[in-house]
């Protein structure tokens, strides 16, 4: 039989949904605008409506930016489209901030041609007695338009589409629902805090949305990658809303690599076709086989290897024991005290040069605190091993201080003035006008410059504590207020050349052996994928031309929100319990972002404790594969530009 045959069969025996995947989101972006283009083109040659089903959140905004372009760049016309949104908080303004109406005019509608009688999206504010009619109202409408050709989806965390949350009905209909608590705290990014987003939300029903002739769901970055997986590889189940797709006869899943990546042809390739074993597959393969069995490597059996789809390995291999040993080296080799190389040594596996020693060393950090955060430990090995350590802190951060945060600051500043006998008129007027305003702030209004030059001076502040405490001089210490995030807004620009050229300078600056970077793609704002891209950007256009970058090792530390799989780690840096505690120390010089944090995502976590347990796991998940046991332990990967 020929090969391609039978691992498509093995495949489909695991995924129940048909699946695209894409490098990355704009890729995918594309492939569905591409295919939303050619429905409406062929439509209008028929003389023929396209209704579409649309969605709002972050992921189809990439789509509805290439529509846009397509609009403007290859004459897409949208003036045969009628669109149905699927849902819209309730309740809520037309024209709030948050609104999905709001939403679909700043991202689509305004910069296309439809006619706005075809735009059709529930209406938050209709009042509470008429939402049953605006409900069956809205069903109607469907119907009458001859019910959607291609409906757009999004999935949430918790399995839903729409915003039918676990527990929803294959047959419900347009309704008024309540938000699940894990949805209103994953939009809560949108919202200046959780409080304020809405309890209730008017969705199309799953009925509805089977009901579309074709649907492409669309999903990106690791977040969504465990309910991706249950949703197309497990039984439909109400607990994941999205598993009912698996009952429509025309759906796509649309994905970039990291939300596949639970999937089984990825996790677990061997069990879907044959694969190639290449070291790091024999390491993926033996890693996750010992921590699902929760056995030390050196334990497993080749009985352990039959049960769990390996016999392939084996066969090819020979003993276990054999591969069990490989791996093991392989894991231990990537725990080093020395995370700037050992100097005056000869470990051809170490996975950091010895030399040059001292190493000239850039953290690069999207946020003021994510260096201590993310990589606290390690910033102080480097620094106490005798190299040459600068941070570059690449935004202000500005957005996440508090308003109480600012006039405290204000008050201390005008006090200050008055004990050093300074003229206060200038300061006092700063702190009057900004009480002004923040007492007359509207939810979710822009601040004033002047405000948000205190908040990311507050910041500033902090991040210089940090490096002192550290050890860091204030020389090495450099800010690089990138603008691409100075919008006010959790909305930032996309990445622009004086991003690239500031960093780029401070890059040839400093002229590092090594580079650190936050390699976190599921930072909710998207902050941290943007400063990785500047970064790259900026290394690759100096590679052209300067010679030290050919020698500048780049490691990428994962931010607050994830850590890399055990699987991919290829340096790991050992704590002490006094070391774990002077990094805990370190990340409380973060004051505002103590407690509460406007904008904080899913996570109701501080920032040390999540950065203390996610440490320990790391610690603990290489104990339990039969290695030394540590209290905690800061994960890395090294990244080829
Ligand atoms: C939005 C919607 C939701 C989102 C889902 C994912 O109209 O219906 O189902 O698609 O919550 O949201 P993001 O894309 O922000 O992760």
Redesign the pocket.
């Given at each position: 039989m020929p090969k391609k045959t039978a691992s498509v069969g093995l495949l489909d025996s695991f995924e129940k949904i048909p699946v695209r995947i894409f490098p990355d989101p704009s890729e995918g972006s594309r492939f569905v605008a591409r295919q939303i283009a050619t429905l409406i083109r062929q439509k209008q040659a028929r003389n023929q409506n396209c209704v579409l089903g649309?969605?709002?959140?972050?992921?189809?905004?990439s789509l509805y930016a290439e529509l846009v372009r397509m609009h403007r760049e290859e004459k897409l016309s949208f003036r045969n489209v009628i669109t149905f949104?699927?849902?819209e908080y309730y309740p809520i303004d037309i024209d709030a901030l948050q609104s999905?109406n709001r939403f679909m005019r700043v991202n689509l509608f305004d910069h296309v041609d439809i006619k706005p009688k075809n735009i059709h999206i529930p209406d938050g504010s209709v009042s509470k007695q008429d939402i049953k009619s605006h409900c069956a109202q809205y069903e109607k409408m469907i119907a009458d338009a001859g019910g959607i050709d291609l409906q757009v989806?999004?999935?949430?965390?918790n399995g839903?589409?729409?915003?039918?949350e676990p527990g929803s009905s294959p047959n419900s209909k347009t309704r008024l629902i309540t938000l699940d608590n894990s949805?209103r705290l994953?939009?809560s990014y949108e919202f200046p805090n959780i409080s304020q987003v809405p309890r209730l939300a008017l969705?199309m029903g799953i009925g509805t949305i089977l009901k579309a002739k074709k649907i492409l769901l669309?999903?990106?970055?690791a977040?969504?990658a465990p309910v991706v997986r249950q949703a197309v590889e497990e039984e439909v189940t109400a607990g994941v809303p999205a598993s009912f797709l698996q009952e429509h006869d025309n759906v796509t899943f649309i994905l970039d690599e990291e939300a596949a990546a639970e999937l089984t042809r990825n996790k677990s390739p061997w069990l879907t076709g044959e694969c190639e074993w290449i070291p790091k597959m024999v390491r993926k393969a033996v890693v996750n086989m010992a921590l699902q069995l929760g056995k030390p490597v050196l334990s497993l059996t080749n009985t352990d290897y039959n049960e769990c789809g390996l016999s392939d390995l084996l066969v090819e291999k020979g003993d276990a024991y054999e591969i069990n040993l490989e791996v093991y080296y392989m894991l231990r080799d990537t725990i080093t005290g020395w995370p700037g190389g050992k100097p005056g040594v000869v470990i051809p596996k170490h996975p950091e040069r010895s030399e040059p020693y001292p190493k000239r060393v850039l953290v690069l950090s999207p946020h003021p605190d994510d260096d201590i955060i993310s990589m606290g430990g390690t910033f102080q090995r480097l620094h106490d091993q005798g190299h040459d350590v600068h941070v570059g802190y690449q935004t202000s951060g500005n957005i996440a201080v508090t308003d109480e945060f600012v006039t405290r600051f204000l008050d201390f500043a005008v006090g200050f003035e008055e004990i050093a006998g300074i003229d206060t008129s200038r300061s006092g007027k700063i702190l009057t006008d900004a009480r002004r305003f923040l007492s007359r702030k509207r939810s979710n209004q822009v601040d004033t410059p002047t405000i948000r030059a205190i908040k990311a001076l507050i910041r500033r502040c902090e991040a210089r504590a940090a490096c002192h405490y550290v050890g860091i001089p204030d020389d090495n210490i450099h800010f690089l207020n990138l603008p691409f995030y100075e919008t006010g807004t959790i909305e930032k620009k996309p990445m622009g050349e004086k991003d690239i050229r500031l960093t780029m300078e401070l890059l040839n600056r400093v002229r590092p052996h090594q580079l650190y970077c936050a390699g976190d793609l599921a930072d909710p704002h998207g902050t941290h994928k943007i400063c990785l891209d500047i970064a790259l950007e900026a290394l690759n256009r100096l590679k052209k031309k300067e010679e030290w970058v050919n020698d500048c090792w780049l490691w990428l530390y994962k931010g607050a929100w994830q850590e890399w799989h055990m699987e991919e780690i290829e340096m790991a840096v050992p704590m002490s319990p006094d070391q774990v505690l002077k990094k805990r120390y370190g990340i409380f010089i973060h004051q505002s972002q103590k407690d509460m944090v406007p904008f904080q995502g899913s996570d109701s976590r501080e920032f040390w404790q999540r950065a203390e347990e996610r440490n320990a796991h790391t610690a603990n998940q290489y104990a339990q594969l039969g290695l030394t046991h540590y209290a905690a332990m800061e994960a890395f990967v090294r990244l080829h530009y």
């Open positions: 649309l969605a709002t959140g972050s992921t189809p905004k949104n699927l849902d999905y989806l999004g999935i949430g965390n839903h589409i729409g915003f039918n949805t994953a939009n969705t669309m999903a990106w970055g977040l969504k």
